[in-house]
């Protein structure tokens, strides 16, 4: 009989909360607002916050991360959030709508920030980004991250580079203020996007092997360690097609996949997980960014002879244009020839060169056939040598 | 020294007709208005329609394809047009602005017929599209035609199917009346998109051998079999990497890059086209349509075992969907696996799928590995599981 156990059901198709009834006329048992205080792996027990037992053949980790909170004095003022999950979510929203917030700051020019800078400003609330590091979205190129300061520029959202957050306090003007290396800033509300911590703390407990990372060790079945338990998603490593290593990297769609995966396997039906290359994309006002397989830093430091060329092109063909720019950087090794990573951003196309390039790292294509890579032209998609080849072609001079 | 020869010079990039002098001073001698009679091969010498001859030690035959005009009576009146190069557009386009005409009729529901419709419409004239067969872009399965056709209703282009063109005539009413097994329709301009007819005598009359297809015969270095000729483009044949044979491809991106492995080639950089795997599309008013590697029918010619699926998904993430609609069709062979082809059509993302798939496609990925494919996740672009997914486990299940 399988138990689902956790603080509440979030139904994200519906972008609703829902409750246990909605899952039992299903044959699914639910336990909200029950936590699991630990695991015995011999016994195959689990012992619930409520003090009772729940014997398992089969157990499945899937405890996830939570969103990072900056250890500062006032973090956890009314007015200061968080963004992790649908219940976080709602929670901000009718935060924004009871309070009638004008000023927000939002700490970390991650995706969250770069999403929610858009969607704060969307509602009508002057937002302000600030980041410790020189600038955002680290992993891109410093030209790419010019672009979108600029953009964010465009949309009347500041971006504070190089500001540490000191200490939050209740405002008089609004109602907090953000205290920093750089000065005091006026906030309604203030939102935290600065990373997430791995929940693996009980699977530890219960003897679970963690890997290099200090996720959650699995197999490509999503097994761990122990026998009959299984970990998917946010808690857990996922293998690295390009890295060739198990890595952690904790985005939604590969913690979908790897809940299939593990679905099928304890279903009877063996399936391996096989594994990732790094895809991701946002999107930031009217820029689309995006990024696949391993920037050179990070293959540099994983052994690579990392190569890299960067070209300004167009994502539609040269006739149609109109002042567009799609910017794409490709990372290849000198050593194998092989494609390594990229990176992609414009007002449009950005994501579709990353779709194509996710699936050329895949494959583990050379730089080579990358600039010959038969894509599908036509005028409003992109030019008879696509910015991906023009790329290519660049790199390969250099290789 | 090179030579070029030729009817006119095109520049596409600036959309002008070049004189031989912008290309003098650049070193190149070009022959204007100037035909090839006969190459001889054993000499090395070709004739020209002057009576003059030059000797070469390299030859590119470049001779392309020309568009055909349907063999009725009244094909060649004023305002009846073919559109295959920058001639045919600029000489269009005068007719169209000096007769200020009202009503257009495109003979051919392909791509000249799909784009021109649009361009058509946009100048406000009122146009009508016919051809032979029951639905327009054969290569698209009917479900998808269909959502064409409705997109063409909405527009206001109505699709005439399984119409044939009888004669065309000088009008009344409207400069000409095309005459068809169904009636007559009234047209200032009549645009024939019936397809190419590839140039290929002059290098069979030389002794070049022809592939099954009927065009130029080449090497993955686009060399033909007469040792030091070379043809590139829609008058010679191309590998596929998935029919795993040369086909007959006649696309421009594949002409731009035969030109370019032929010019590595002759300047001493060996260098192999690694040939297509039949990636194209277009835009028609709001859909976007493609498609990539074989059919069913193809991929059955072939020897093959196809099976397919086709689901109706979404471009992007569900709780950001407006009523976005995206089609994917999937082919894979029952014995080995693998993908063979794919098509995709909606408002918006379906060329980024057939991106993806195209690489796929290109690498021999099995369907399995489809279903799992790392992407760029994020909701403007698509969901967690993407549409790519969705029809990949569900061909999977048909496997």
Same mark, same amino acid.
């Not at 998917?232 to 913690?255: M, N, S, T």
């Not at 895809?279 to 990392?306: C, D, I, R």
């Given at each position: ?273 096989? +594994?990732?290359? !790094? #895809?991701?994309?946002?999107? =930031? ?7 696949? %397989? *391993?920037?050179? @830093? /990070? ?46 951003? +414009?007002?449009? !196309? #950005?994501?579709?060169?990353? =779709? ?7 494959? %583990? *294509?050379?730089? @080579? /056939? ?30």
């Amino acid at each position: 009989m399988p138990y689902y156990i956790g603080d509440v059901i979030t139904d994200y198709k519906k972008l609703v909360i829902r409750t246990p009834e909605d899952f039992q006329k299903n044959g699914i048992n639910v336990r909200i607002k029950t936590r699991v205080e630990d695991i015995d792996s011999q016994k195959g027990l689990v012992r619930l916050s409520d003090n009772s037992s729940l014997p398992f053949d089969i157990l499945v980790m899937a405890t996830g991360a939570d969103a990072a909170r900056l250890d500062i004095p006032g973090a956890d003022l009314d007015g200061v959030f968080v963004l992790r999950n649908l219940t976080d979510a709602l929670r901000l929203k009718a935060y924004l709508n009871e309070k009638e917030c004008r000023k927000a700051v939002i700490i970390g020019g991650g995706y969250i920030g770069m999403e929610m800078c858009e969607a704060m400003k969307n509602l009508g609330i002057q937002t302000t980004v600030l980041d410790v590091l020189p600038r955002p979205v680290i992993r891109w190129d410093a030209e790419f991250a010019k672009m979108i300061v600029d953009e964010l520029g465009k949309n009347k959202v500041p971006f504070l580079p190089e500001t540490r957050p000191l200490a939050i306090e209740k405002g008089i003007e609004s109602r907090l203020v953000l205290k920093t290396d750089k000065g005091a800033l006026d906030a309604d509300v203030i939102l935290m996007g600065v990373g997430t911590r791995r929940n693996a703390a009980l699977a530890k407990a219960a003897g679970v092997e963690m890997g290099e990372s200090g996720a959650i060790k699995v197999d490509f079945r999503q097994q761990t360690s122990r026998e009959g338990i299984y970990a998917v998603g946010d808690c857990c490593e996922v293998f690295h097609r390009v890295a060739q290593r198990w890595v952690y990297f904790p985005l939604g769609d590969i913690a979908n996949k790897q809940g299939r995966v593990a679905g099928q396997n304890i279903g009877g039906r063996p399936t391996e997980f096989p +594994g990732i290359v !790094g #895809a991701q994309s946002f999107k =930031v006002f009217n820029l689309e960014v995006g990024a696949t %397989g *391993l920037t050179e @830093e /990070e293959a540099l430091a994983y052994g690579f002879q990392p190569v890299s060329a960067m070209i300004w092109g167009l994502p539609i063909g040269r006739p149609m244009a109109k002042g567009e720019k799609l910017g794409v950087k490709l990372v290849a090794d000198k050593t194998t020839g092989k494609l390594l990573g990229g990176q992609c951003i +414009g007002e449009k !196309g #950005a994501v579709q060169r990353i =779709v194509g390039l996710s699936v050329a790292l895949w494959s %583990g *294509l050379p730089i @080579e /056939e990358v600039g010959y890579l038969d894509l599908p032209y036509a005028p409003p998609f992109g030019g008879a040598w696509d910015a991906i080849h023009v790329a290519a072609q660049e790199l390969m001079k250099r290789m």
